[in-house]
């Protein structure tokens, strides 16, 4: 797929952990080069060591002076950015009731700001070579939950950014898509994940389980590479089929007895 004189470069936020970790990994393995970034100095120098091609990079997405730091850092390095995956977020889960500005700033932030930030900054960039920007939301975006009042919204804002996002750009040649993960076994998840959430969302997925990392990674590197050439505004749930049964109740999916 590509010239190893001259590979593509992508830069991956939120790279020093789980989808983004999982996402630098299989773009190396396609033969990009990867600049990682993440706001983690310790564990984003840890999981770096060793990968041949990536470089990381610490930037908080959310401070704009940090996000022009590594933007003139990673053109400095690699002269070129064909994909920008905007996969850095923060989880705060909490009844609306205990939610107040300084939670919802913090949620907005990251998950919203810094995609708004970063696109920013490697939009002329990502001109040049006719890139591809990937939004990371999540089914929370698609989908209204208990407990979710900030990150949800901030999905479901990330969701509609990358649409505005795909009308302007599109005259440039610059596709932007949105991949919209569901439940995902990531360490953090099972951590907190009773056995009865866990059995519940098994339930309620059609697949009955929950999403690997690296298969999340496959649809963001599939709509960053020339293969979906002709696909931009795009929001693809990878979910295991959750958003598409709504609430319907797992009972009733079954054949009835007579």
Known sequence: MTNSSNPPVAVVTGAARGIGLATTQLLLEDGWHVAMIDRDEPELMKVSNGLTGARPFVC????????DQMARQVLAWS?????????AGVADFGPMAD?????????METNLDGVFLCSQALIPALKQTHGAIV????????????LRVAYGT??????HLTKQQAAE?????????????????TKL??????????????DAIPLNRYGAEHEIAQAIVFLASPKASYITGQVLAADGGFESTGVGLPALRTKLDK
């Open 154 to 159: 901030s999905k479901a804002a990330v969701i």
């Open 169 to 185: 750009l599109g005259e440039h040649n610059v596709r932007v898509n949105c991949v919209a993960p569901g439940p995902v076994r």
């Open 99 to 107: 939610t107040d500005f300084k939670r919802w700033r913090t949620v």
């Open 189 to 202: 998840a099972i951590a907190v994940h009773s056995p009865e959430i866990i059995a519940a969302y098994h």
């Open 135 to 146: 939004n990371i939301a999540s089914i929370s975006g698609l989908r209204a939950s208990t």
């Open 60 to 67: 908080d997405v959310s401070v704009p002076e940090d996000v």
């Open 79 to 87: 002269g070129r950015i064909d994909a920008l995956v905007n996969n």
